[in-house]
């Protein structure tokens, strides 16, 4: 397989982004599954403006990219922006975040679009 390299530039904007905890912690729970701004405002005890902040900043670089389903926005992670190998590589290294969404989840409060 064929290695893609990054440009220092781009590589050091990445980094920048996901120098910042709350960024990180949101690509953390993108890694498994896709939320919703209101399911980052509860796990992260943020307000949706703060929040929504983020996404935009993640959403510009194309970390993550957005989807609507009915009045929700979904996010997810780019897995083929060019720089998602360095992404995965951080997740690889950081505990997992998804018993935050469980624990979500466990009160009920995990939204469900089907």
């Known amino acids: 397989m064929e290695k893609t390299l990054?440009?220092?530039?781009?590589?050091?904007?990445t980094l920048k982004l996901l120098g910042d905890k709350t960024r990180?912690?949101?690509?953390?729970?993108?890694?498994?599954?896709?939320c919703c701004v209101c399911e980052f405002?509860?796990?992260l005890q943020m307000s949706q403006p703060a929040i929504s902040q983020h996404l935009r900043k993640l959403r510009?670089?194309?970390?993550?990219?957005?989807?609507?389903?009915?009045?929700?926005?979904?996010?997810?992670l780019n897995q083929s922006s060019d720089v998602y190998p360095i992404i995965k590589s951080v997740l690889d290294l950081i505990p997992e975040q998804?018993?935050?969404l469980t624990e979500?989840?466990?009160?009920?409060?995990?939204?469900?679009?089907?």
Do not use: H, P
């Open 6 to 13: 990054i440009e220092v530039e781009t590589a050091a904007q």
């Open 98 to 100: 998804m018993d935050k």
């Open 41 to 43: 405002v509860e796990v």
């Open 104 to 114: 979500l989840e466990n009160k009920g409060l995990r939204i469900s679009c089907d």
């Open 60 to 76: 510009d670089a194309g970390l993550v990219k957005e989807q609507r389903k009915g009045q929700w926005i979904f996010y997810s």
């Open 24 to 34: 990180l912690t949101i690509i953390g729970l993108l890694k498994d599954d896709e």
